[in-house]
């Protein structure tokens, strides 16, 4: 079998996720090659060297530019921090690199439409290019997709889609580079409203058009991180300045594919005490609704208003069927799948469009939309919640 | 429109369900005749009076003989402790009065089989008379009946069917006239395990054939109840015997209706911590399940295996259509319904009965069949839970 | 005892939860005053006269100007449309007689302003009146209520409040006047959005200062009424004009009380296909929250953030213990309690507020507060979304 | 890093999972060795090879004596069918290996007994010894098991295990060898029933002294396999015998630990209508309840009598906090794990008993006391459910 050979770059929990993913997506799926994990890049030499160990690469190295230069690098996976998404991402795209790049494609809309470009002349040349909303690859979501397409909840309507964490409930909790904006590019909004807005899209292959939005900081100032730990940290003495949205909220008019017409209505929050990983998306159509709750990933509860009178109610379905997607190539039926797995379909996924010639999805230019609905957020926001529409 | 003269004997926990259902069933259901709350009985003259007041009766009355022989009373509803069931109702029946008559029927399976002779007796002359299952109209459980009785789980083979209380799980709860077996018969078996009983057996139409059974009282002493309130009340510094079973299980092989040859498992126990009234009925058959619980009342879970594959799940219905049974008389679709509505329901099914001259459900027989089930549980646990039939 | 003579104006929905209400208070609750069920007042006379029977109330009657001037009567009990609210409370309180208004208040913020000029004016004379937000009555929010002044969620950052119903989700589904803007006033947004203002205010004690908000009307053409039956109805095959919103979207700023500088977005829908009355409360606070659903009205969430570490959760707790609001007049321990059960807490605080001499709660002030959210979500809606403040 | 040479017995679907463990432990837990995934063992050459090929496995071998005899080899990992278990496991313990068993030891207490001698004298010789009850590894089990032996939830009263699936609720299903007592020793009772009897006994620290069983086989002959999927497969036009149970009941006496004096109430079946993977254990105890379902695996349910009166719930734990068991080597808060993970937990338990020189946990002789509890079901219910004790 012929081999795939894969840089990584960055080895923070995203590194984490994805080479977990490397290794394992090759067991369970057959893949028309045999990926290969060939180095991981960071800035820091003896921090990559522990991942590389710890992550099972064979090599390490700190010079990303060196490696894209490598002929034998086939893929590069860019799980670094957004900020350097669109130099790397746009180098590897002209080395003939395929890439893989972690949401939110940039920090920004101008260096997503130049990442967009560039993918989209690299894919002329048969270099291909995928935006890592993973969550499109729960399998539940999949599942809601397909009947959300195939009219069994008839015209939507509505959209519900929270996103909802607590991890600086606390407002003694520290700052960690994700609340700086200089770094993160924004709050809440981009780092986990970004999956909200995907999900909704791909479920109903509806577009947002225009949006309402609000954005909010609870707690302006917080203590250092004196050491990172997960999301969060233990604090030090001195304080530093919240630079963007703890909490955001949008409205969005959907046109097009399943939803036309209807209204979104979105949150995003790191505020919302006791939900830790609470994306939940409930989509109300004219004959039915599907809703959904990462915190329970491997069930969706399906309301079908065509069953008999007196017999409709929320159906929660367990999914992991042969039936459902990616779950006939895992356990038997009833045996659970957890957040990493994601990664392993989004790996099958890209492996495939690769192998096969065609593109990924997401593609460049879907990440370049969702950046752009961020972007309008952000400028409703500050015009007073006034509709904006999206480019 | 005629007047229905009722008489009600008791004033406790019962006496006050049933006052509210006889006030307020003809609000809401048309009845042919108007129900009159004539006279309430009880022991003790002044808590007599003051349940009257309380409870809204023209009359209190401590002599229960002289108002069986008042022939302007049409009904007799007994709500006295079980020791009493047998005695009032015999001579009510002899009276000529209709009778509705509290679970369990009687404390013993003699009492209850001559209350069913005198039952079917009166019922040649056109006297009626009814057990009060209560959980029977609970809409969510006429809904199961529907849905089993029309085939939509296929054939039952299992029935789960736990009464789970919890309000002895502390040590130093005091003793209640519950907890002795001269007043009370038997434990949780006949309080809350003859529920679990006449509810499989009302939504199969099948019948427990035999039984193996235990029976185990974790706490044999408790404090002396100085001052009763509701199901408990507080202690005082002297100890009691608690001379029935606390907890209480069985095995049960039914036949007939759509459980023929299934197998029930049953628990009733006040010691399930965190489970306040978890009456749960959960009946797995070839063709679907069905699953409820008394402590959300107004939901039924239904899951369809006849759903296309990948789409079933269980689904949670909110029984309150105007399609489920006795929903219809009340409020719109989504307000609920409480504990005491079932005896509105039971009044008005009584009642219907009673005017249209036909024999209401359940009757003493189906009571005394309860009756004869609880004591073969007993017979089989002192027996080392050996397979005990029902006669 | 002395008796408190009431007359009720109204005989829809709302005047038959009423008529339960008043008759079953006095059976539960100790009060100073006997009610008397004394006149029921409609517009056309033999459909009032059949509503009498059915409610139960002595005298029927269609001038309620008439009945007004009685002076045997105490208090005036007001179920109509809110169109006729203003005229019929002011005229009472200048009659002296003491006023329960459903809510909304009024149709518009003028009329409520004088409405609530009149209350404030009877009141100096011992004249009561209340507004009748009767969610405030659920014993679980109650509990909400304690645990947030209590501080036990710390400070609110965050509400989320939605009423979602579906019997619009159907398009086929038929006018009522419900729909019509001349008789309701609003659609989504006053209907039921209303309740969700409400309670968000009265559990954490703070006030909207500022709104913006959107409406939405999906369905703008819908079959004319044949026959009304519940909230819905049968169609006929002529069309009218939906002239009020189906959905309605705001967020809300926030300030006093526990949610001091919060964030509240709030949802009002007739289009959440499968959500029958699904009024959820999520509050979001430094050091818990709650969580709430009307469909489970019997249950509140509560998460304890001072938990130990490892063991914090959302808590179901089944507010039926004796320690819950109202409950330990109602049934023992695990017990539920249904919709029609809060107008009895309403009907109990409301003579309790008249016999004591003190003004109950919710006051008028309070309801046109709420009518001025409304209607400056509907300006906001109007102006692009823009912030609007609460005067 | 030294090295740790592992072989995998079997290829089915534990040998993929067990393959995955190996695979995946290291990668996020800091093993003092680096476990090898030397060689594959199966009786078929080619489908050896294609595991071998698909799982990850160095060498694909057809000879376990061989593999046993070969020095290099550190470590057998057993996922055979269990009628080889002991012949393997022994002459593994004797060869110097430590053994990894997959559960159950065996198909006897004969084999078991002999399995668990060859144990207990190999750990003299520092050989150590598991059997792989994986469920224990479920950082939910892990921590209901602290709260428990802490004491959190008192002395427990009752226990109640169920372990649920549906794979044979339509009779139309195929035989599989599950079915077959030759093959499988027994059915829903050890395939299943054994992982509740082992996880009440862990999470307690009680053992069952006493049980009374009852085992029904509903459907008795079934279509043959033609060929085989998951846990079931498509039938062919033949037909054979179902000769072992499908559902499994029990009641069973407790002693020592937290749950002395308590009885557990077993179920195992596999008509469970809708229940996929539904292993429930819910523990009463008398200072509080905790209640777990393999469904929802990532949640616990803990109720804390303890708690203020009126704040008391079951509080859903969302088990993904670093100071769960486990939980700190994975991924941030919220990010949930799946079913294959519990193996990787066992590898990492595994290796750090064998290099810190320990006996690893759950050893043979709980394997075997495990089997006697099997054993003893069965013989209670071949003689009509008498309480049996186990040995």
Redesign the interface.
């Known amino acids: 079998k012929e081999r795939l050979s894969v840089a990584l770059i960055g080895h923070g ?1 995203m590194g984490a ?1 994805h ?2 993913a490397w ?2 997506a090759p ?1 369970f799926f057959p893949l028309a090659v045999e990926p290969e994990m060939s180095v991981i890049v960071g800035r820091d030499g003896p921090r990559t060297e522990a991942a590389r160990e ?3 690469w064979k090599r390490a190295e700190t010079d990303w530019q060196a490696v894209l230069a490598d002929p034998a690098i086939d893929v590069v996976d860019i799980c670094s921090p957004g900020s350097s998404h669109a130099e790397i991402a746009i180098a590897a795209l002209e080395a003939g690199k395929h890439v893989l790049c972690e949401k939110p494609l940039a920090n920004s809309v101008e260096e997503a439409a130049e990442m967009t470009e560039a993918a989209v002349a690299a894919a002329k040349r048969g270099v291909r290019s995928m935006v890592g909303f993973s969550y499109r690859r729960v399998p539940a979501i999949g ?1 809601a997709r397909s ?1 959300v397409r195939a009219g069994r ?1 008839g015209q939507v ?2 959209a ?1 889609a ?1 996103y909802l ?3 600086l ?3 003694n909790g520290p700052m960690t580079w994700r609340l700086d904006r200089s770094l993160a590019g924004s709050g809440s909004l981009g780092d986990i409203g970004a999956h909200a807005i995907d999900l909704v899209e791909h479920i109903t292959g509806a577009s947002l058009t225009s949006v ?1 939005g ?1 954005l ?1 900081t ?1 707690v302006r100032e917080r203590p250092l991180l004196a050491d990172g ?3 969060s940290g233990t604090a030090s003495s001195e304080r530093g300045q919240v630079t963007v949205d703890d ?1 955001a ?1 949008f ?1 969005g008019r959907l046109a097009g594919g399943a939803a036309d ?1 209807a ?1 979104g ?1 979105f ?1 995003a ?1 790191r ?8 994306l939940t998306i ?1 989509l ?6 599907i809703a959904f709750n990462l ?4 069930e ?6 065509a ?1 008999p ?10 999914v ?5 997607p990616y779950m006939a190539n ?12 994601l990664f392993s379909h989004e790996v099958k996924d890209f492996v495939d469009a690769v192998t096969s010639g065609v593109d990924p999805e997401p593609s460049f230019t879907e990440g370049l939309h969702v950046q752009r609905v961020l972007d309008a957020v952000e400028r409703s926001a500050a015009d ?4 904006t529409p999206i480019p």
Do not use: C
């Open positions: 929990f996720a080479s977990q290794r394992t067991r710890r992550f099972g599942l009947l909840i309507r509505q519900r929270l964490q607590d991890w409930a606390d407002e309402s609000t909010e609870f730990v997960g999301l909490a909220w409205l017409g209204v209505s949150e929050t505020y919302a005490t006791g939900r830790k990983n609470g409930e109300s159509g004219s004959r039915g609704a915190e329970s990933m491997n969706l509860a399906f309301y079908d208003a069953a009178a007196g017999e409709q109610g929320f159906g929660r379905i367990l992991t069927e042969p039936e459902h895992w356990w038997p039926t009833g045996h659970t799948i957890g957040y990493e797995h007073g919640s006034a509709w």
